[in-house]
């Protein structure tokens, strides 16, 4: 059974910096693209970043880029966001995803909760 | 970046079908691999429909997925009250990157 389970949210002051973790099981994590989608109190999902098997390709939403960084470490079968410099509209549940063939995501996390306030 | 515009709420009564458009506003976006979720309150989202028409396994034949033009749609046929919940379509824009519909929220009368 395939389950990512995400974990390093919290409450952080504008300007901090946080990082996430998915871990994932049930599948062969360094065969699969891999997803991070945000989605802001009562809005819409958002996507995030995503980064390819090895980790040598990614990409970010214009409004992350330069602050955010995706990673991954396939011998833990891991996923990572780091994120810096904060901002209050970063708050959101945070969710990875695993691409099911073009950026489709065919399975999901729980959501970590990322609160942004000072 | 690219956007997908769908409509912000749909209703329909227990047992009636309802569709859900989805357009993107942008040509940038690859219309071949649209996929929609299911998004229930306090819920991860769940795949139900991928590639504008296929359907994942355990996903119900009520389900069902269209494109025309630049107009992706989503149809629930014989509504259930379960099936109320948000859904948001979602497509491939090109150079890897993704993007998300606004949602629409359909409401089970």
């Known amino acids: 059974e395939v389950q990512l389970v995400e974990s390093g949210g919290g409450l952080v002051q504008p300007g901090g910096s946080l990082t996430l973790s998915c871990e994932a099981s049930g599948f062969s994590f360094s065969g699969y693209w891999m997803i991070w989608v945000r989605q802001a109190p009562g809005k819409g999902l958002e996507w995030v970043a995503n980064?390819?098997?090895?980790?040598?390709?990614?990409h970010y939403v214009d409004s992350v880029k330069g602050r955010f960084t995706i990673s991954r470490d396939n011998a833990k079968n891991s996923l990572y966001l780091q994120m810096n410099s904060l901002r209050v509209e970063d708050t959101a549940v945070y969710y990875c995803?695993?691409?099911?063939?073009?950026?489709?995501?065919?399975?999901w996390g729980q959501g970590t909760l990322v609160t942004v306030s000072s | 970046q690219s956007a997908l515009t769908q409509p912000r709420s749909v209703s329909g009564s227990p047992g009636q079908s309802v569709t859900i458009s989805c357009t993107a506003t942008?040509?940038?976006?690859?219309?071949?691999?649209v996929s929609w979720y299911q998004q229930h309150p306090g819920k991860a989202p769940k795949f139900m429909i991928y590639d504008v028409s296929k359907r994942p396994s355990g996903v119900p034949d009520r389900f069902s997925g269209s494109k025309s033009g630049n107009t992706a749609s989503l149809t629930i046929s014989g509504l259930q009250a379960d099936d109320e919940a948000d859904y948001y379509c979602c497509s491939f824009a090109g150079i890897n990157t993704m993007v998300f519909g606004g949602g629409t929220k359909l409401t089970v009368l």
């Open positions: 995803a695993r691409d099911s063939g073009w950026l489709q995501l065919g399975y």
């Open positions: 942008t040509s940038d976006v690859n219309y071949d691999h």
């Open positions: 980064i390819n098997y090895g980790g040598d390709e990614k």
